[in-house]
């Protein structure tokens, strides 16, 4: 892989980018490398001097490194001697220049992005079971758990965001591609549109789930409207539109459709019955519940339009994933299946047994009732979780471990203090990856929206002590939610993941220790 010179002037001019530029000898400098991590900075690269605390002195180190040209939008007098390009937004020209010095290798992918709240996870893993089926394997996953490259064991690892920066997306692309893979499922956040992470990607499919308050703080969103306008964006950059006809704010995510794309183009889903009056477009599929237990869910999907009906794709499925709300992700999921080119037959057996880790993972007990460990991180899924645990169970006693990270998601602890107040009968408040805020601070800030009457609490710190509490007070008849980290093996603390045995892990180990 390389970039010239000319190339980057090209690119960056063409997108109105480019403020000026200062070449040292040749425009014909060809870059072999590309890096905004001065620590990863190889001889002939291209750096880009990028965030909010990015220093001065890290562009010295990539100059020591090997980096012989740099992209900023100021020019630094520690870069003397280079090439540089100053630009209006480094970020938005580190997604072009990307793009570009990997070959731009979206263009041999199918792509597929996934928006909401809540459920993009849950969704992205669906569709890759199934077009798995389609093309033998051979779908790419980037998610907030695991990031799936290819075929072999290190083509699989743990990811950091749940969308990556730029740089890392388009070699993670690059990657995929030449490990022979032809569709790519990603999670799209509003943190990737706010940071220009997907600058000048066009998606084959785009999904918009459902909206409601969450990410909004001093270090992400301003306010409800900048997070409602950033998930937007992915169904502005979508050839083909599929939303979820129940969301909130439904006229103005289907306005955001149709600003790029044909209504033929866009479709709609909804379960059965639900009928809005305000809604004037109508819904071309429709899901109904069967059957949902704490072993499998059964619901049906039946086309509704007349262009819903050219996708073979009706009929009734079964999920391994419990929880009647995965109707709505697999719903969604599987409209993408068949715009795709899959039959109902493939999704059916591609859906069957999908399973996430961190996602609704049980364990069941002799003496402790049932044990749920799930990702449900805001008030919505939350609400969810509980309200489907309760419907389950005849009047169960729900005993709940969470926390909320620090440094972001300020907006999620009100949320939680009510959902919390709303459905749970008592709750440990614990550590849940801080970062560099204090951990009790935040405990206390959810434990002082909670109307105590109602739910009782418990503030402890130590998440595996809490978990341990949770399950041995635990009756035959409890419910004991694990909720907020899922799968994850660390615990972001002061800049450093700290290793963290996980949720599913600990539990396992507290069962076994009470009923050897």
Same mark, same amino acid.
Request: contains cysteine.
């Given at each position: 892989?390389?970039?010239?010179?000319?190339?980057?002037?090209?690119?960056?001019?063409?997108?109105?980018?480019?403020?000026?530029?200062?070449?040292?000898?040749?425009?014909?400098?060809?870059?072999?490398?590309?890096?905004?991590?001065?620590?990863?900075?190889?001889?002939?690269?291209?750096?880009?001097?990028?965030?909010?605390?990015?220093?001065?002195?890290?562009?010295?180190?990539?100059?020591?490194?090997?980096?012989?040209?740099?992209?900023?939008?100021?020019?630094?007098?520690?870069?003397?001697?280079?090439?540089?390009?100053?630009?209006?937004?480094?970020?938005?020209?580190?997604?072009?220049?990307?793009?570009?010095?990997?070959?731009?290798?979206?263009?041999?992918?199918?792509?597929?992005?996934?928006?909401?709240?809540?459920?993009?996870?849950?969704?992205?893993?669906?569709?890759?079971?199934?077009?798995?089926?389609?093309?033998?394997?051979?779908?790419?996953?980037?998610?907030?758990?695991?990031?799936?490259?290819?075929?072999a064991p290190e083509d699989t690892f743990k990811s950091s965001l749940t969308?990556?920066?730029?740089?890392?997306?388009?070699?993670?692309?690059?990657?995929?591609?030449?490990?022979?893979?032809?569709?790519?499922?990603?999670?799209?956040?509003?943190?990737?549109?706010?940071?220009?992470?997907?600058?000048?990607?066009?998606?084959?499919?785009?999904?918009?789930?459902?909206?409601?308050?969450?990410?909004?703080?001093?270090?992400?969103?301003?306010?409800?409207?900048?997070?409602?306008?950033?998930?937007?964006?992915?169904?502005?950059?979508?050839?083909?539109?599929?939303?979820?006809?129940?969301?909130?704010?439904?006229?103005?995510?289907?306005?955001?459709?149709?600003?790029?794309?044909?209504?033929?183009?866009?479709?709609?889903?909804?379960?059965?019955?639900?009928?809005?009056?305000?809604? +004037?477009?109508?819904?071309?599929?429709?899901?109904?519940?069967?059957?949902?237990?704490?072993?499998?869910?059964?619901?049906?999907?039946?086309?509704?339009?007349? +262009?819903?009906?050219?996708?073979?794709?009706?009929?009734?499925?079964?999920?391994?994933?419990?929880?009647?709300?995965?109707?709505?992700?697999?719903?969604?999921?599987?409209?993408?299946?068949?715009?795709?080119?899959?039959?109902?037959?493939?999704?059916? +057996?591609?859906?069957?047994?999908?399973?996430?880790?961190?996602?609704?993972?049980?364990?069941?007990?002799?003496?402790?009732?049932?044990?749920?460990?799930?990702?449900?991180?805001?008030?919505?899924?939350?609400?969810?979780?509980?309200?489907?645990?309760?419907?389950?169970f005849t009047t169960p006693r729900v005993i709940v471990v969470v926390g909320?990270?620090?440094?972001?998601?300020?907006?999620?602890?009100?949320?939680?203090?009510e959902s919390l107040t709303a459905e749970a009968d008592k709750a440990y408040?614990?550590?849940?990856?801080?970062?560099?805020?204090?951990?009790?601070?935040?405990?206390?800030?959810?434990?002082?929206?909670?109307?105590?009457?109602?739910?009782?609490?418990?503030?402890?710190?130590?998440?595996?002590?809490?978990?341990?509490?949770?399950?041995?007070?635990?009756?035959?008849?409890?419910?004991?939610?694990?909720?907020?980290?899922?799968?994850?093996?660390?615990?972001?603390?002061?800049?450093?993941?700290?290793?963290?045995?996980?949720?599913?892990?600990?539990?396992?180990?507290?069962?076994?220790?009470?009923? +050897?």
């Amino acid at each position: 892989m390389n970039i010239s010179l000319n190339t980057c002037i090209l690119i960056l001019k063409e997108h109105h980018l480019l403020k000026s530029s200062a070449v040292q000898d040749t425009i014909q400098t060809i870059m072999e490398a590309v890096s905004y991590d001065s620590r990863d900075v190889q001889n002939n690269s291209l750096f880009f001097c990028k965030g909010a605390g990015f220093r001065p002195t890290y562009l010295t180190m990539a100059k020591e490194n090997g980096a012989i040209a740099y992209v900023a939008e100021q020019p630094y007098p520690e870069g003397t001697g280079m090439h540089a390009l100053i630009v209006r937004n480094v970020s938005k020209a580190m997604a072009l220049l990307s793009a570009a010095f990997y070959s731009f290798p979206q263009d041999d992918l199918f792509l597929v992005g996934f928006t909401g709240t809540k459920g993009k996870t849950t969704s992205a893993y669906f569709l890759k079971g199934m077009l798995d089926q389609l093309n033998g394997g051979r779908t790419a996953l980037l998610s907030s758990v695991d990031n799936i490259l290819g075929p072999a064991p290190e083509d699989t690892f743990k990811s950091s965001l749940t969308t990556p920066e730029s740089l890392d997306l388009f070699r993670d692309m690059r990657r995929a591609v030449d490990n022979g893979m032809t569709h790519m499922v990603m999670e799209v956040s509003s943190q990737a549109y706010k940071k220009s992470r997907v600058f000048g990607l066009t998606y084959d499919l785009g999904f918009f789930l459902n909206i409601s308050p969450d990410h909004i703080g001093v270090n992400e969103h301003p306010n409800f409207e900048d997070y409602l306008h950033c998930k937007l964006q992915l169904l502005v950059n979508s050839r083909k539109c599929i939303i979820n006809a129940e969301t909130d704010r439904f006229a103005d995510v289907y306005a955001a459709a149709t600003t790029t794309t044909n209504p033929d183009s866009i479709y709609l889903f909804a379960r059965d019955g639900f009928e809005n009056p305000d809604l +004037k477009k109508p819904i071309d599929f429709r899901y109904k519940s069967v059957e949902t237990d704490l072993a499998e869910t059964k619901f049906t999907l039946t086309t509704a339009s007349s +262009k819903a009906h050219k996708l073979p794709i009706s009929g009734e499925y079964t999920l391994q994933m419990i929880g009647d709300f995965n109707e709505t992700n697999a719903t969604g999921a599987i409209i993408g299946a068949g715009l795709a080119g899959m039959s109902y037959e493939d999704c059916a +057996k591609g859906i069957r047994h999908v399973t996430i880790p961190g996602r609704m993972e049980t364990v069941t007990t002799q003496k402790h009732g049932l044990i749920v460990v799930d990702y449900a991180h805001n008030k919505a899924s939350m609400l969810a979780l509980m309200r489907f645990m309760r419907r389950e169970f005849t009047t169960p006693r729900v005993i709940v471990v969470v926390g909320a990270p620090g440094d972001k998601g300020i907006s999620r602890r009100p949320g939680f203090s009510e959902s919390l107040t709303a459905e749970a009968d008592k709750a440990y408040l614990t550590t849940d990856d801080p970062g560099f805020e204090n951990a009790q601070d935040i405990c206390e800030e959810i434990d002082a929206g909670i109307d105590h009457s109602k739910c009782e609490t418990v503030i402890e710190l130590d998440r595996e002590k809490a978990i341990k509490e949770a399950i041995s007070e635990a009756g035959p008849d409890d419910v004991v939610l694990l909720c907020g980290k899922g799968a994850d093996a660390f615990q972001k603390i002061r800049g450093v993941d700290t290793p963290y045995a996980g949720d599913i892990v600990i539990a396992r180990q507290v069962i076994q220790e009470l009923e +050897k």
